[in-house]
C-alpha cells in the first residue's frame, strides 16, 4: 500500500505550554484554547458539527427539501441526475459546508494548516458509508501550478487517512490534472463542466481496467470535479466509480432544521443569551 509520511503530532504538555506562552483562540468563536483536542478550535463549535442524515439523492446525494420526496419512491432521483446522469455510479457527501467546518477547511486550504488534517480525516471515518471491494482510493488532484502555490494536495492528505483506515491502496500518482482553471467558486453548474473539461488525465489507464475506484475530495458544490473525474476513469475501462467528500455546500433552505438550531444555540451563548 502506498502510504505518506505525515509530521508526528505535537505532544499534549509541550502543546498546552505553547498556548500558555502563545495564547491563541477558536477560529469560529474566538474564546481562548487551552487544552482543546482539535487544533485552532474550542470543544463547544467543534460538537457543533452534525453530518447530513435526511432524505437525499441516491446517486449524488443532493439533499431533498422534504422526505416526501422519496417516501413512495425511495429510489429518485435529483432532477440534475435524471436529466445528466454522472459518470460516478455514487456519491456521498457527509457535513454541511458551514461553520466551524467550513473555517477548518479553508484554514487548511488557504493557510496551511496541514494539523487540521486528523480531525477532519476523523469526520470522514466516523460517518463512512458501507463501502465495498474498493480496489484504488484516488484523490483529486490539483493541477501542478496550485499544488507548487499551496504545497500540497488537502484532498490527498484526506485520502492517506482514509486508505490506511480501510487498508486500501492510494493511488494519487496516476490521475493528474493537465489543465489549469480558474477559481470556480461563483461559476455555474454548466459553466463549471465546460472549465473542467479535458482537465483530467491518466498516466497508466491500463492500471484501472476493471478496478473499483473510491474518489476523495474536500467540498462537493455542483460535483462537475468529481463527474469530470470519474468521466475519464470510465473512459479508460474502469468498473465503478464512488466519490466521497467531507463536506457539501447548500442553499439555505436545504439546511437541516437542526442543524440550524444548533448554530443558533451556539451564537446565543457567544451573545450572552
Same mark, same amino acid.
Given at each position: 500500500?502506498?502510504?505518506?509520511?505525515?509530521?508526528?503530532?505535537?505532544?499534549?504538555?509541550?502543546?498546552?505550554?505553547?498556548?500558555?506562552?502563545?495564547?491563541?483562540?477558536?477560529?469560529?468563536?474566538?474564546? #481562548? /484554547?487551552? %487544552?482543546?483536542?482539535?487544533? *485552532?478550535?474550542? &470543544?463547544?463549535?467543534? @460538537?457543533?458539527?452534525?453530518? $447530513?442524515?435526511?432524505?437525499?439523492?441516491?446517486?449524488?446525494?443532493?439533499?431533498?427539501?422534504?422526505?416526501?420526496?422519496?417516501?413512495?419512491?425511495?429510489?429518485?432521483?435529483?432532477?440534475?441526475?435524471?436529466?445528466?446522469?454522472?459518470?460516478?455510479?455514487?456519491?456521498?457527501?457527509?457535513?454541511?459546508?458551514?461553520? #466551524? /467546518?467550513? %473555517?477548518?477547511?479553508?484554514? *487548511?486550504?488557504? &493557510?496551511?494548516?496541514? @494539523?487540521?488534517?486528523?480531525? $477532519?480525516?476523523?469526520?470522514?471515518?466516523?460517518?463512512?458509508?458501507?463501502?465495498?471491494?474498493?480496489?484504488?482510493?484516488?484523490?483529486?488532484?490539483?493541477?501542478?501550478?496550485?499544488?507548487?502555490?499551496?504545497?500540497?494536495?488537502?484532498?490527498?492528505?484526506?485520502?492517506?487517512?482514509?486508505?490506511?483506515?480501510?487498508?486500501?491502496?492510494?493511488?494519487?500518482?496516476?490521475?493528474?490534472?493537465?489543465?489549469?482553471?480558474?477559481?470556480?467558486?461563483?461559476?455555474?453548474?454548466?459553466?463549471?463542466?465546460?472549465?473542467?473539461?479535458?482537465?483530467?488525465?491518466?498516466?497508466?489507464?491500463?492500471?484501472?481496467?476493471?478496478?473499483?475506484?473510491?474518489?476523495?475530495?474536500?467540498?462537493?458544490?455542483?460535483?462537475?470535479?468529481?463527474?469530470?473525474?470519474?468521466?475519464?476513469?470510465?473512459?479508460?475501462?474502469?468498473?465503478?466509480?464512488?466519490?466521497?467528500?467531507?463536506?457539501?455546500?447548500?442553499?439555505?433552505?436545504?439546511?437541516?432544521?437542526?442543524?440550524?438550531?444548533?448554530?443558533?444555540?451556539?451564537?446565543?451563548?457567544?451573545?450572552?443569551?
Amino acid at each position: 500500500m502506498m502510504t505518506l509520511t505525515t509530521p508526528p503530532t505535537v505532544p499534549p504538555l509541550f502543546r498546552r505550554a505553547l498556548r500558555f506562552l502563545l495564547p491563541i483562540h477558536c477560529a469560529t468563536c474566538e474564546a #481562548p /484554547l487551552s %487544552d482543546d483536542p482539535i487544533p *485552532l478550535f474550542c &470543544r463547544s463549535c467543534w @460538537a457543533t458539527i452534525a453530518p $447530513l442524515t435526511g432524505s437525499s439523492c441516491p446517486r449524488c446525494d443532493h439533499p431533498f427539501a422534504s422526505p416526501v420526496a422519496t417516501i413512495h419512491s425511495p429510489d429518485r432521483l435529483c432532477q440534475t441526475c435524471e436529466e445528466e446522469p454522472p459518470a460516478y455510479t455514487r456519491a456521498w457527501t457527509l457535513y454541511p459546508y458551514l461553520p #466551524p /467546518l467550513q %473555517d477548518a477547511i479553508c484554514l *487548511l486550504k488557504y &493557510r496551511g494548516k496541514v @494539523a487540521m488534517v486528523p480531525a $477532519l480525516a476523523r469526520l470522514i471515518i466516523d460517518r463512512l458509508p458501507p463501502l465495498e471491494a474498493i480496489d484504488h482510493i484516488m484523490p483529486v488532484p490539483l493541477h501542478a501550478e496550485r499544488l507548487r502555490e499551496r504545497e500540497f494536495n488537502q484532498s490527498l492528505l484526506l485520502a492517506d487517512r482514509i486508505a490506511r483506515h480501510l487498508r486500501v491502496p492510494l493511488s494519487f500518482t496516476n490521475l493528474i490534472r493537465i489543465a489549469a482553471a480558474p477559481p470556480q467558486t461563483t461559476l455555474t453548474r454548466k459553466e463549471r463542466l465546460k472549465n473542467l473539461r479535458g482537465a483530467f488525465a491518466l498516466r497508466h489507464p491500463e492500471r484501472i481496467a476493471g478496478k473499483r475506484i473510491l474518489l476523495i475530495d474536500d467540498v462537493f458544490t455542483t460535483g462537475t470535479t468529481m463527474d469530470e473525474c470519474a468521466a475519464v476513469l470510465r473512459q479508460a475501462g474502469s468498473g465503478d466509480v464512488l466519490g466521497l467528500t467531507l463536506a457539501r455546500t447548500m442553499e439555505a433552505h436545504l439546511v437541516p432544521d437542526r442543524i440550524l438550531a444548533q448554530r443558533a444555540r451556539r451564537e446565543s451563548g457567544l451573545l450572552g443569551g
